[in-house]
């Protein structure tokens, strides 16, 4: 007789130390549900993962309680029931796929609305991580995140060409370690034959001929040449200018907060500052995405936070680091991350991580001594020539937006028609995004809308100017045109007043500091913004003709300036 998932999941618990918790198991369509109280979150998140492994289940919801963990406080904002607009399709969240997907159905004669809670695009994970643009080889085959993510890798270099957003490819070597391990390689060969991903097998000799910065201690390894780097932040941005040049009507600050249907079918999409009223919706919500589906009346997954930190080193010390992005595969490894690697941003800063930790906060970006001395020690040896101590300019981390089938959940929704989910958007997410927005529009035509091109529709998105690279002659002709980009305002990066405006002033307008320095690189240099941070909030006072106290590192709540100071405009 052939068991039920609820009894395999029953005997999982019961071979991983669960089952003293007696835990409630239940399952409909595919959908597992948790309930029960365990002691630890890491028992809470292994539980979820267990039930998420079977083949048979399409998605957990996880509502087991850890007596170590505070519960999620999840408080939502006040909704408006106010009517303020009217779309075909309301797209909630602007980051990479948001952004993406707003751009993909700007191709169309839609009225397209989209909404960021936060003051800019692009808040999220889109603006914490590698940026690395993966070919596709380390991804489960036949799975969401392997086809849209090979798909997407393909895209890109047309993609950013249009947008005007650096590429290149980078190549990834990746290390095997161990000799005993070196079997590896030919079943990579196998999957990249497969799955026609370019892959080439090195000698130890062939691998440090092409990065002779590696440690001469590998055993061998193999590159997979289509891998790329972008810049998550500056695509994010483009994605959203170009859609918005298309007609998007992007509202930020503005938090989705409820969903409304008539006779199970969406009606409304209810903000904290007023309402839409539509006929579809598409879910991009990233780590929130869960709580915005279950706006639709029912629970149908659960998100469960996994925070990666990263290291970033300055680009004076470029030289002496590896100039192909490294990784390393080994028999063991953490099975929900790739185990991070070393690789080279888009601007030149060396680049290590991430971390791979299940937190219970989903707004827990902090950076430990921990997760720093990790990556150092696992990269340090990788990497012998480098000094990363003396070297660290910065570090941040990102959230990963997991389900705990760890796939990508992009689907209609089971309990309100005319609402698209499209979760669970963690790695390769960004190497999967454009895949993920025509993934979409084919849903969206699903839901039975006329798909009419727009004839207007411009692909092309000016790129913004970059006065630090620009040969000595052009910029003397630009100060001589406009005298404000001789003025410096970051002495680091070399931004000028000139670069500053124009970021203010742009389709998507930077209205925050954070804002100017994705668009600007202002105060990513080696002094962190000591110099430039009183010079932009007297810029952007001018500019947005609002007092000092009301700029913002990162909008409402994040003002620099408590009460008047002796900073005055010049
Ligand atoms: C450390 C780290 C490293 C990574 N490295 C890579 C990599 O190298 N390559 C790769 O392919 N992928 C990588 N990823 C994954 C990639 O970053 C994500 O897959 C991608 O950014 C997800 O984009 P998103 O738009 O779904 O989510 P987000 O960027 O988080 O955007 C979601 C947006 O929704 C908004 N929002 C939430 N709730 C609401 C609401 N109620 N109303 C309105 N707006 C709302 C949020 O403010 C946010 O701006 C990495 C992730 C991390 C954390």
Known sequence: MTKSTVEIIHELFSDNKLDSFNLKISESKGTVFLEGNVDRWDQAVMAGHLAGSLRSVTAVVNDLM??????????????????????????????????AIARELSKFSLDIVLVEKESDVCCGASKANNGMVHSGIIQ??????????????????????????????SSLITLIMKEEELFLLDLVKARGDALDIPIEILSREEALNLEPSLTPDLKGAFTAPSTAMTSPYKLTIAYAENAVENGVKLFLNTEVTGLKAERGKLTRVVTNRGSFTTRLCINAAGIYADKVAEMAGKREF?????????????????????????????????????????????????????????????????????????????????????????????????????????????????????????????SPGLAAAPAIAEMVLELVAAEGFELIENKSFNPVRKGQLRFKSLPLRKKKELITRNPLY?????????????????????????????????RTRIGMGRCQGGFCTPR?????ARELHLPLEDISKDGPGSELLLRPTKLKPD
């Open 66 to 99: 850890a007596a170590d963990t505070v519960p999620e406080l999840f408080i939502r904002t006040a909704g408006e029931d106010r009517l303020i607009g009217h779309a075909d399709v309301v797209v909630i969240g602007a980051g990479v796929i948001g952004s």
């Open 140 to 169: 489960e085959p036949d799975t969401l995140r392997s086809k849209l993510n090979i798909r997407g890798n393909m895209l890109y270099e047309n993609l950013c060409r249009e947008l005007a957003v650096p590429f290149y490819r």
């Open 302 to 426: 659960t998100i469960h936070p996994r925070k990666g930190e990263l290291i970033l080193f300055d680009q004076v010390d470029f030289e002496n680091h590896a100039k192909i992005p490294t990784g390393i595969l080994a028999i063991g490894q953490d099975p929900y991350t790739k185990g991070g690697g070393s690789m080279v941003t888009t601007d030149g800063n060396p680049e290590w991580g991430p971390t791979a930790i299940e937190t219970a906060d989903r707004e827990d970006t902090s950076v430990t001594l921990e997760g720093i001395n990790r990556i150092i020690d696992k990269f340090n040896s990788v990497i012998p020539g480098f000094n990363p101590q003396k070297s660290i300019i910065s570090f941040f981390a990102g959230v990963r937006a997991a389900t705990y089938t760890e796939e990508f959940h992009i689907k209609p929704s089971a309990s309100m028609k005319g609402l698209i989910n499209v979760a669970g958007i963690q």
């Open 486 to 518: 001789g003025q410096l305002v970051c002495r680091c990066e070399q931004v000028t007043e000139g670069e500053v405006l124009d970021s203010i002033h742009r389709p998507v307008p930077a209205l925050t500091l954070d804002a100017i320095k994705r």
């Open 536 to 540: 932009l909030l007297l810029l952007l």
